[in-house]
């Protein structure tokens, strides 16, 4: 069986042993989601890439701790990216220089690019304003795909509660995209 073949389960006793390949394999597998997750949990792309690279260094370094009757190994994993997002959510932040030198290209090809770019960047701003774990479900669920119990236990709440908070997420999120840009939330008026 090759490694493309091998279960995530089958990897990660393989990484428990010390094997760097397969944690290759493992991490080539999940990055992806990984730095989705932690990017929409942040909403930055420099900081969701130092937090996946913490996390998929504590997946090597207690890869001896994962017990696969207890969960999907991506849900471990997801999990651990999730926690180190809200640490460092609840830390000061400051903007890193490098943002502050990157240069949007605000010249799309078309009009069509321009209001899909616009919603878009409503969209962001809206995700922006909600609570990190209204955010989180929303991307556990829509953007990664995971079903309700998995979503749940990565956040580390009752399948109930997850579907109360993904209710809560999408109703708030709703709100804010009716309302036309420009004009202040409170009020209605520009």
Same mark, same amino acid.
């Given at each position: 069986?090759?490694?493309?073949? @091998?279960?995530? %389960? #089958? !990897?990660?006793?393989?990484?428990? *042993?010390?094997? @760097?390949?397969?944690?290759?394999?493992?991490?080539?597998?999940?990055?992806?989601?990984?730095?989705?997750?932690?990017?929409? #949990?942040?909403?930055? /792309?420099? %900081?969701?890439?130092? +937090? =996946?690279? %913490?996390?998929?260094?504590?997946?090597?370094?207690? /890869?001896?701790?994962?017990?696969?009757?207890? /969960?999907?190994?991506?849900?471990?994993?997801?999990?651990? +990216?999730?926690?180190? =997002?809200?640490?460092?959510?609840?830390?000061?932040?400051?903007?890193?220089? @490098?943002?502050?030198?990157?240069?949007?290209? =605000? =010249?799309?090809?078309?009009?069509? *690019?321009?209001?899909?770019?616009?919603?878009?960047?409503?969209?962001?701003?809206?995700?922006? #304003?909600?609570?990190?774990?209204?955010?989180?479900?929303?991307?556990?669920?829509?953007?990664?795909?995971?079903? &309700?119990?998995?979503?749940?236990?990565?956040? &580390?709440?009752? !399948?109930?509660?997850?579907?109360? !908070?993904?209710?809560?997420?999408?109703?708030?999120?709703?709100?804010?995209?009716?309302?036309?840009?420009? !004009?202040? +939330?409170? #009020?209605?008026?520009?």
């Amino acid at each position: 069986m090759s490694e493309d073949e @091998e279960s995530d %389960e #089958t !990897l990660m006793a393989r990484v428990a *042993a010390g094997d @760097e390949r397969a944690f290759a394999r493992l991490a080539e597998r999940h990055s992806g989601r990984m730095l989705r997750l932690a990017q929409r #949990t942040l909403g930055s /792309a420099a %900081e969701a890439d130092e +937090v =996946a690279q %913490e996390a998929l260094l504590r997946v090597w370094q207690h /890869a001896r701790r994962f017990r696969p009757e207890r /969960a999907r190994l991506a849900t471990w994993i997801y999990a651990i +990216v999730y926690r180190l =997002a809200i640490d460092r959510l609840r830390r000061p932040r400051t903007l890193p220089l @490098e943002l502050a030198m990157e240069i949007e290209d =605000a =010249a799309p090809d078309a009009l069509e *690019a321009m209001s899909r770019a616009s919603e878009l960047a409503r969209l962001a701003a809206a995700m922006a #304003t909600l609570q990190p774990r209204q955010r989180a479900a929303l991307t556990l669920f829509y953007y990664d795909e995971l079903e &309700g119990a998995e979503a749940a236990a990565v956040l &580390g709440v009752s !399948l109930r509660a997850f579907w109360s !908070l993904l209710h809560r997420a999408r109703q708030s999120l709703q709100q804010q995209m009716q309302v036309p840009a420009g !004009l202040d +939330v409170g #009020t209605g008026t520009p």
